[in-house]
């Protein structure tokens, strides 16, 4: 499976094997807004997909943020993400202090990028 790791933010693409990871029940067991997205939302644009923080792996540079997963990524510093390559190019190319990751459900998360870069 393809997936980015940053700053111990792990992303990966929404497949229907992700949300097998939820058990036999995935359909009812799974957030019902990535089943939907997953069986309904098909990219307009080629090589579109729906790209989620699946997980946050425990660190200082990421602390307060360990309970967000399974959360599409809907921006990076105001560019919207359109597949797992922009989102590693959003944010190896960021230049600023600070990395802006725009979720769903208006979840913000915001990294260190210096700190990120540095660890």
Not at 15 to 44: I, S
Not at 54 to 80: A, C, P, T
Request: proline share 3%; glycine share 6%; with cysteine.
């Amino acid at each position: 499976p393809s997936f980015y790791v940053y700053a111990g933010l792990v992303f990966s693409p929404l497949t229907q094997p992700h949300l097998h990871e939820f058990g036999e029940d995935w359909f009812n067991t799974a957030p019902r807004k990535l089943c939907d997205r997953a069986m309904h939302d098909h990219g307009t644009e080629k090589q579109e997909q729906v790209v989620l923080l699946s997980q946050v792996l425990s660190d200082e540079i990421n602390q307060g943020y360990q309970g967000m997963h399974d959360l599409e990524v809907k921006e990076i510093d105001g560019v919207r993400i359109k597949n797992l390559r922009e989102l590693r190019r959003a944010v190896e190319s960021a230049s600023g202090t600070f990395i802006r990751l725009d979720l769903a459900d208006d979840r913000v998360l915001v990294v260190n990028r210096t700190e990120a870069n540095a660890a």
